[in-house]
């Protein structure tokens, strides 16, 4: 129980300190064109209990495009149907380089180094699609069932604007595909990573679609999604690598497993307690919403609610 009457007055404190100042400092994410429209004043924060009451403040219920946020979402279908095999294709080891970085994949011979830079999550959307034969619609429909809210979908016009920019992707995508670590033909991978990275969600929605990472792999309805060991090995994943070549400073500012997008979303886990997710555009040089990491590690701080 998260006892929202006693946590709201601390998310109407942050959103009075962070969010009034949301913009001021960043960038909106330019190079997916259709991001750029965003207003990057706007700010909101959820936070779901494991009963699944949510409370929130400021642009709570605003669908935003999730981006990278997805990636946490397609790497559990991707190892509830397919298991440790997927460790074969990816490893689990921070980056320390920009999520779109080509670097290291020569180095490793085609493995990235995680699931979380957008070469593993790659190599995770071309698993899920051998798996489902539709990795998006996949991912789309955990989305919508677990957040309860059937309207949640890809916004083609984001989906179309990255695919048109997409020449970094498709390097990744290329490059590893040279190296026999995908079985989808390149054009399909892409299709449907951008199509997954598309998707827009409120504050609301993602944290409460996210439940399942604090329940220990358990879906809304009770039945299970993960095993806990899975579930833990995301969990950790998140506090290691999922906010890219600043997940150090992340775990060190937030205390948290949390996933980033360029949307400007977080999603971060309390295991066995809640998750929260935070919104605003403007990101820093790594990519991860400034305000949103501040309005974190608020929170944990006032709380205590962190994993340490
Ligand atoms: N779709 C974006 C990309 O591939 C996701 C990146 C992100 O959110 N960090 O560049």
Redesign the pocket.
Known sequence: DIQGQRLLPVLLKIAEEVGSGAGSKGQV?D??PALSQVDPTSFGFAVAGIDGEVIGVGDWQTPFSI???S?AFSLALTLAGSGESLWTRVGREPSGDP??SLMQLEHEEGIPRNPFI?AG?LVVTDRLLTLTGDASATVLRLLRTESGNPHVDFDPVVAAS?AAE?D??AALAHFMAGYGNLENPVTHVLKH??SQ??IAMSCRDLATAGLFLARHGLRGDGSRLLDRRATKQINSLMLTCGA?DAAGEFAFRVGLPGK????GGILAVVPGLCTLCVWSPALDRC?NSVAGVDALDRFTTLTGLSVF
Request: aromatic share 20%; hydrophobic share 30%.
């Open positions: 994410a190079y997916i981006q990278s946020v990636k999520f779109n957008n999550a990255e997409g970094r992707n990573y951008f990275c598309s890219y980033s997008g360029v949307g990519g």
